[in-house]
């Protein structure tokens, strides 16, 4: 087989995967609908329960397009990461910008007592969290931006955003500290990640934020295979490599910032899944990685999500824990086989 039927067949499982999972991510929960009522819900029929309908329509179909939002994007941003920085540990929260988030969050719970009380309930609102959280990211990624213009070298920028995100961390645990049990664990559950809060008119925002993020870096898919070889070749075939590099900048930084602001910060996802999208298509070629990366990404963020709400309990675990749980030993896994396919 060549590697382009192959890789056709590969695709077309990963969709049929990807189609399969998200009925199956709809149908489960404290209350299992059978697949063949969420297909009906889905396709304008009707289901044996009018309330499954409701169920489905309002709560279930979100959460489950937040998730593919969510995984599409941070494993693309964690590929133009890994490219750039040409760092396979690199993922889209290096320069920072969750902890910007966090940051921005942090200031608005942690410091609530210190606001007028009406001022306060306003901004401890979910969409007041969603905004603090944006201005976190949007602050740091404007400090990116301007560094990245007055830096030649492109490690130099993966540093300045270790540096933000060990400056912002840092004042997280100062308001920590002088933070009360409430306001403690109203943070700690945002900072677990979570996709069933979010509204119709949450996930249109988010959408078009995840889309115009995944259009800025599919315009990078040539300049990407080019950087693969290092600046100065990308360089030599005419890339002009300091527009690139602010491209996959503020292309990462639109998705990471845009779904840690609706979702919390999301761990695994970002890092991991490139890596696994690498050693199933054995190929560098961003052509292919750009797709595949981006339909694991969705497919490993629904598993999550279905093994997080524990079918059959009202009990719902973190989605973060789950990500990172389930995610690691999957990792570890396939680079332990692929080592021992190349002995």
Not at 95 to 105: E, K, Y
Not at 148 to 161: D, E, H, K, P, Y
Not at 185 to 211: D, H, R
Not at 223 to 241: D, I, Q, V
């Amino acid at each position: 087989m060549t590697n382009t039927n192959r890789n056709i067949a590969l695709f077309s499982i990963l969709t049929m995967s990807l189609v399969l999972l998200l009925l199956m991510n709809i149908s489960l929960g404290s209350v299992s609908i059978p697949v063949k009522d969420v297909f009906n819900s889905l396709t304008g029929g009707n289901t044996s329960k009018e309330t499954w309908n409701y169920i489905i329509l309002n709560y279930r179909l979100p959460k489950a397009i937040a998730a593919i939002l969510v995984g599409m994007g941070l494993s693309i941003s964690g590929l133009l990461m890994q490219t750039l920085f040409r760092n396979p540990l690199a993922g889209p929260d290096v320069l920072g910008l969750s902890s910007g988030a966090s940051l921005g969050v942090a200031t608005i719970v942690l410091g609530a007592a210190f606001l007028p009380m009406g001022l306060s309930s306003i901004l401890l609102s979910s969409y007041g969290i969603i905004l603090a959280s944006s201005l976190g990211s949007f602050l740091v990624l404007l400090a990116v931006l301007a560094v990245s213009q007055r830096l030649r070298n492109t490690m130099a920028i993966l540093i300045v955003g270790l540096m933000f995100a060990s400056l912002t961390s840092a004042i997280v645990g100062t308001l920590t500290y002088f933070s009360t049990a409430e306001q403690l664990q109203k943070f700690t559950f945002w900072s677990l990640g979570n996709l069933g809060n979010l509204s119709w008119s949450s996930i249109v925002i988010l959408s078009v934020c995840v889309t115009i993020g995944l259009l800025l870096s599919l315009f990078s898919i040539k300049p990407l295979n080019a950087l693969l070889l290092g600046e100065n070749y990308a360089r030599s075939l005419g890339m002009n490599y300091k527009k690139t590099r602010l491209i996959i900048i503020l292309a990462t930084s639109i998705l990471a910032g845009s779904i840690t602001s609706f979702a919390g910060p999301i761990a695994f996802i970002g890092l991991a899944v490139p890596h696994i999208a690498k050693l199933v298509f054995q190929t560098s070629n961003h052509s292919v990685l750009f797709w595949s990366t981006l339909l694991f990404g969705a497919i490993i963020m629904l598993i999550c999500d279905s093994i997080s709400q524990l079918p059959g309990s009202d009990i719902t675990l973190p989605i973060n824990a789950v990500t990172s749980i389930f995610g690691a030993p999957i990792v570890i896994w396939l680079l332990i086989r692929k080592r021992k396919m190349m002995n």
